[in-house]
């Protein structure tokens, strides 16, 4: 190993390991349980622990905002979280290694035909609280009214709601499962994954994860992890 690896794997895993928080209620980015996660996340962290020689400790959650808190709190050196306004004075991210995308569902027989619609006086919109879309939605709406749970598709049928809000992917299939609703089918919101970690990190270090970050998005890495965790190839996000 090299002196200038030594010295960012000491900076990145002080304990000599690096500790990976992973948020398994985004099935895009991890799948699997907390004894045995998979997922493009997984990925990426054992291949960050293999550049610096370390080895990977899995912190596995159910939920963002406890993935964040972990590493928040130094239970953990690294995430995989959204880019968000809320949490850039906490985390140092890199640039996104996928792009995925907020949508609504709506009853069937809803008026709305677009996200804009649903910004109105006496919507209520179901969110998983602490997510990248309750964030977004907790700075851009005006009107609607957000309304926070462990799943906002189950907050949306436990409280009979107009609307409920989460990623593409599982609210597809959560459409599929319920016939008496439909996806509006334009995006609310791009959703941007990066790799994080805390923001006293050596800038030589925040800059290494950048780079690697780069390279495996151009060198497929990131394509071919997606692939093996039957998600879209599509969704890696350009280069920075």
């Keep these: 190993m090299t002196t200038a690896i030594a010295d960012l794997a000491r900076d990145l895993a002080p304990t000599g390991i690096l500790r990976a928080s992973i948020n398994l209620g985004n099935p895009?980015?991890?799948?699997?349980?907390?004894?045995?996660?998979?997922?493009?996340?997984?990925d990426?962290?054992?291949?960050?622990?293999?550049?610096?020689?370390?080895?990977?400790?899995?912190?596995?959650?159910?939920?963002?905002?406890?993935s964040y808190e972990a590493m928040a709190t130094g239970r953990a050196d690294l995430c995989f979280l959204a880019v968000e306004p809320a949490r850039e004075d906490?985390?140092?991210?890199t640039a996104p290694y996928v792009v995925i995308e907020g949508v609504y569902a709506v009853p069937t027989a809803s008026e709305f035909a677009t996200p804009a619609e649903v910004d109105r006086v006496g919507v209520r919109i179901g969110v998983k609280r602490g997510s990248a879309y309750d964030l977004y939605l907790t700075r851009t709406l005006r009107h609607a009214t957000l309304v926070r749970g462990d799943e906002g598709a189950d907050v949306?049928?436990?409280?009979?709601?107009?609307?409920a809000a989460g990623i593409r992917q599982p609210m597809t299939a959560f459409v599929?499962?319920?016939?008496e609703l439909r996806l509006i089918?334009?995006?609310?919101?791009?959703?941007?994954?990066a790799v994080g970690t805390t923001k006293d990190k050596r800038p030589e270090t925040v800059r290494f994860l950048t780079e690697l970050v780069?390279?495996?998005?151009?060198?497929?890495?990131?394509?071919?992890?997606?692939?093996?965790?039957?998600?879209?190839p599509g969704l890696v996000a350009p280069p920075r």
């Excluded at 895009?28 to 493009?40: I, M, Y």
């Design 156 to 163: 949306f049928l436990a409280e009979g709601l107009e609307v």
């Design 185 to 193: 089918e334009d995006r609310f919101m791009e959703i941007r994954q």
């Design 214 to 232: 780069e390279e495996l998005k151009a060198g497929g890495f990131v394509a071919e992890s997606l692939w093996r965790s039957h998600q879209s």
């Design 90 to 93: 906490e985390v140092a991210f």
């Design 28 to 42: 895009v980015l991890a799948q699997g349980t907390p004894d045995s996660p998979g997922g493009v996340t997984v």
């Design 44 to 66: 990426l962290a054992r291949e960050i622990g293999a550049r610096l020689g370390v080895p990977v400790a899995f912190v596995c959650f159910d939920a963002a905002r406890k």
């Design 176 to 179: 599929g499962a319920h016939p």
